[in-house]
Each structure stands twice: as structure tokens, then as C-alpha cells.
């Protein structure tokens, strides 16, 4: 990959990282509190009298966090592929991911033939 396509996603990625970023922090101030030590999530007892309720809200907002740490991981893998050269080529099959995969999903560590493929044994061991 020339430098300035290696700049280029390097940009993208930083793009993709703050507005996680900033996605993150909104979810953990939304509740009022303005400095970071105060941070959390809510409680969603004051949000709603339903029990159920309060705890279905938390439920969500520790899938939404825990899907936002699995991001920026694959983020930081992508800057660690950027840094050793091994971006835009398949961990799987060792091809060139399309630049237009690239440029949907800066992050993408597989061609899309090959995140099928990874997807589906994913799948298959959670049902197991």
C-alpha cells in the first residue's frame, strides 16, 4: 500500500475511533454528570418505577459499551496493521482486501469471502 492510501486510512480510522469515542462518553455523561470521575452508567431505577424495565435499559447500555470496546479493539488492530505493513491484505487468505471494503470498514482484517466464512463458524460455535 503506498503511503499517502496508508494516510489516508490511518485518517479513517482516527475518524472512526473519535466518534466511537465520543458515541462512548455521551452514554456515560448522558445522565448529567459533566466530569469524567463522575461518569457511569445510570442507575434507570430514576428513569422508570419497573424493575424489568430499569434493568432491560442497563442491559442495553453494557451491550452498547461492551460492542464499542470491541470496536476500538479492531481499530487498534488496524493501526497495528497499518504500522507493520500487513493492512489491506485478508489475516485469512493473505489477499488484497478490496479497497472499497477498506474504505466501508477501515477496520476489516478479512476480505469479505473470508469474513463469511469466519462469521458462519462463529455462528456455529455459539449455537453449539
Not at 459499551?65 to 493501526?79: K, S, T
Not at 488484497?96 to 477496520?107: D, M, S, Y
Request: aromatic fraction near 4%.
Amino acid at each position: 500500500m503506498k503511503p499517502i492510501e496508508q494516510q489516508r486510512f490511518h485518517e479513517l480510522l482516527g475518524l472512526r475511533r473519535q466518534e466511537l469515542s465520543e458515541r462512548v462518553g455521551d452514554r456515560l455523561h448522558r445522565h448529567g454528570l459533566d466530569q469524567h470521575e463522575d461518569a457511569g452508567l445510570p442507575r434507570r431505577s430514576e428513569d422508570t418505577d419497573d424493575d424489568a424495565t430499569a434493568s432491560s435499559m442497563r442491559d442495553a447500555d453494557v451491550s452498547t459499551l461492551e460492542r464499542a470496546a470491541r470496536e476500538l479493539a479492531l481499530i487498534d488492530a488496524a493501526y497495528e496493521r497499518l504500522a507493520d505493513g500487513r493492512y489491506g491484505v485478508c489475516v485469512d487468505c493473505e489477499e488484497p482486501i478490496p479497497v472499497e471494503r477498506l474504505l466501508a470498514n477501515p477496520e476489516a482484517a478479512r476480505c469479505a469471502a473470508c469474513q463469511s466464512r469466519f462469521e458462519r463458524v462463529q455462528a456455529h460455535a455459539i449455537h453449539r
